[in-house]
């Protein structure tokens, strides 16, 4: 039995051991105290860390990437815009916690809300934003779930826009990473998430950030903290350096200095565990690919070479890459029809696969087409 027993140990330390990069430490519990985090790599969605990921918890104001991520949404179908004057009703004005203090009938932009919400936390700004996008409140967060359903968010119930303690109002760290990585994929929420400081009202009130990483580490970009009593600290954050886009999620930390402690710990794990790679495109990748029965003999392929690889540091020179791609295929051909792939690999991991798309659309060959062609043949100049 005992024996059993330290097999059972031995095999768990070996699957930790082999999903980690080469030469990479395992983050001790003592460095990442939150009770659930996670880290995760923007461009390609891995999870570089994991801890209770999955876990249902309350997430005080990283509630607001979600709403901030509607609002960009918006903003960016032409929906809203930023100059747009957002007045506050009774009800956004009536919010608790961190605010602007806005009074019921006092007006600001789009641009000026947004300032309040992200730099500030506040929760009035937050509210009013979200009325203005949606008509109000509950079909706002109504919106807020369908999206998070939309982006595979299982944990996740939103009850309000901005994060205080409700009962049922319930996410993970994972889901918060998947809609922090959506939400970063809007490149102008960065212009107010590195803002230390700045002020409304005519200079009257002063903004400042509630991200202390802004101050502390390097590439830091972003996103969200929150702080209520029943979620305890939170962060959501975000960086990048080297062509590498990390985001580090950390729940019920007992202290926001810890949060920010756990957070930077997980993002220096990144950092000094992967690196992103673009692969090569092999040259059979390219060769052109024979259509049967078509106006043309063949058709060019189109192959995407701006997509990156994920790999642990210094093994980049190990990746292969396997091409799959069709002899000839029957006309007609569509632009964007796939081809064939290529696959990406890592000591038998599949890293990534690439689509082998048709350049351009081929007709087939009909009698009248064939007589036309003939024709043309026929009539040119010796």
């Not at 730099?119 to 807020?144: C, H, K, P, R, T």
């Not at 959506?182 to 009202?201: G, P, S």
């Not at 590498?244 to 756990?262: D, M, P, Q």
């Not at 790679?277 to 690919?289: D, F, H, R, S």
Request: proline letters at 3%.
């Amino acid at each position: 039995m005992k024996l059993k027993k330290m097999s059972v140990c031995l095999l768990a330390v070996l699957v930790v051991t082999f999903s980690m990069p080469l030469g990479a430490a395992a983050l001790s519990e003592e460095e990442v105290q939150a009770p659930s985090a996670v880290l995760m790599e923007a461009q390609t969605g891995k999870v570089l860390y994991e801890k209770n990921d999955h876990e249902q918890r309350a997430c005080a104001s990283i509630t607001k990437v979600m709403t901030l991520l509607l609002v960009m949404e918006a903003l960016d179908s032409g929906k809203i815009g930023l100059n747009d004057t957002v007045t506050a009703s009774e009800h956004a004005a009536s919010m608790g916690g961190s605010d602007i203090w806005l009074e019921p009938g006092e007006s600001m932009t789009v641009d000026d809300m947004l300032k309040a919400t992200v730099i500030s936390s506040a929760n009035d700004a937050a509210v009013a934003l979200a009325e203005y996008v949606a008509g109000s409140e509950d079909e706002f967060v109504a919106q807020m779930n369908q999206r998070a359903k939309d982006l595979g968010m299982k944990d996740t119930v939103f009850k309000n826009v901005n994060g205080l303690d409700e009962d049922g109002h319930v996410t993970s760290a994972y889901d918060i990473a998947l809609m922090s990585r959506e939400l970063a994929k809007h490149q102008k929420i960065f212009d107010y998430t590195q803002t230390w400081m700045d002020y409304l009202r005519d200079g009257k009130t002063q903004l400042v950030n509630t991200n202390k990483l802004l101050k502390s580490y390097k590439g830091i970009t972003g996103l969200k903290t929150g702080t209520t009593g029943k979620a305890g600290s939170c962060i959501s954050a975000t960086a990048q350096r080297d062509g590498v886009s990390l985001i580090a999620v950390v729940l019920g930390s007992t202290t926001a200095k810890e949060r920010f402690r756990s957070a930077a710990t997980l993002l220096d794990y990144g950092f000094a565990n992967w690196s992103v790679v673009k692969p090569a495109v092999p040259p059979e990748a390219n060769a052109p690919v024979s259509v049967v029965n078509g106006m043309e003999a063949d058709v060019e392929p189109n192959v995407n070479a701006e997509e990156n690889l994920l790999v642990p540091k210094g093994k980049a020179g190990d990746v292969t890459s396997k091409v799959s791609i069709n002899n000839e295929v029957r006309a007609p051909v569509q632009e964007g029809q796939v081809l064939g792939k290529i696959t990406y690999s890592l000591n038998g991991e599949v890293l990534k696969e690439s689509k082998i798309l048709a350049k351009k659309t081929v007709e087939p060959i009909t009698f009248s087409s064939a007589f036309l062609l003939l024709l043309s043949l026929v009539t040119m100049d010796p």
